[in-house]
T-cell receptor, first 113, second 115 residues
Framework: GENVEQHPSTLSVQEGDSAVIKCTYS??????FPWYKQELGKRPQLIID?????GEKKDQRIAVTLNKTAKHFSLHITETQPEDSAVYFC????????????FGKGTHLIIQP | EAGVAQSPRYKIIEKRQSVAFWCNPI?????LYWYQQILGQGPKLLIQ????????DSQLPKDRFSAERLKGVDSTLKIQPAKLEDSAVYLC?????????????FGPGTRLTVT
């Protein structure tokens, strides 16, 4: 089955700086890659996703890139703000997201004031 | 639109007891998922339903876990008997096809503590 590796496990950045979280996947049939943000005690919230037919997608301060050949994808957050502090999970799925998601272990993002 | 609903929000039981969780997906969402999230880890898929049929239950510990979605809407997940390692948050999610794309939305979860 699919295996998703996520790095780093903890990331501390200064407010206003950029943050990058990286994930690799093993199943070449995976074609849907969402990112979820989870605040303490709350549900995971979808923040951005990318399908395998595109290499990059951007939504305001958040962007995701995908390299199908290398089987890795990354989350980029620019101009970080205190409210960006949370745990971020990458995931992968077949059938465009219709299948269940395989998640990475998460990255705890800490924004230092 | 209303989100995915789950109950109870919290449950504490002793090992070897049984417990059941309930999920009501977003209206019109045919696909429903149950995930287990152990503290400090990402969610792990337990079972996926399409309407009232099981699509994938390969990671469901079938000796103690069971799930059903009899009328293709609400779902229940049951653990019997519970073990200490079942302590986790149980997340229900549902998905729909929108604009040709699938998106999964999660409920608030049920936090289970087995003592």
């Amino acid at each position: 089955g699919e295996n998703v590796e996520q790095h780093p496990s903890t990331l501390s950045v200064q407010e206003g700086d950029s943050a990058v979280i990286k994930c690799t996947y093993s199943d070449s049939a995976s074609n849907y890659f969402p990112w979820y943000k989870q605040e303490l005690g709350k549900r995971p919230q979808l923040i951005i996703d990318i399908r395998s037919n595109v290499g990059e997608k951007k939504d305001q301060r958040i962007a995701v890139t995908l390299n199908k050949t290398a089987k890795h994808f990354s989350l980029h957050i620019t101009e970080t703000q205190p409210e960006d502090s949370a745990v971020y999970f990458c995931a992968a799925s077949r059938r465009g997201g219709a299948d269940g998601l395989t998640f990475g272990k998460g990255t705890h993002l800490i924004i230092q004031p | 639109e209303a989100g995915v609903a789950q109950s109870p929000r919290y449950k504490i039981i002793e090992k070897r007891q049984s417990v059941a969780f309930w999920c009501n997906p977003i209206s019109g969402h045919a696909t429903l998922y149950w995930y287990q999230q152990i503290l400090g880890q990402g969610p792990k898929l337990l079972i996926q339903f399409q309407n009232n049929g099981v699509v994938d239950d390969s990671q469901l510990p079938k000796d103690r876990f069971s799930a059903e979605r009899l009328k293709g809407v609400d779902s229940t997940l049951k653990i019997q008997p519970a073990k200490l390692e079942d302590s986790a948050v149980y997340l229900c999610a549902s998905s729909s096809l929108r604009g040709g794309l699938w998106e999964q939305y999660f409920g608030p979860g049920t936090r289970l503590t087995v003592t």
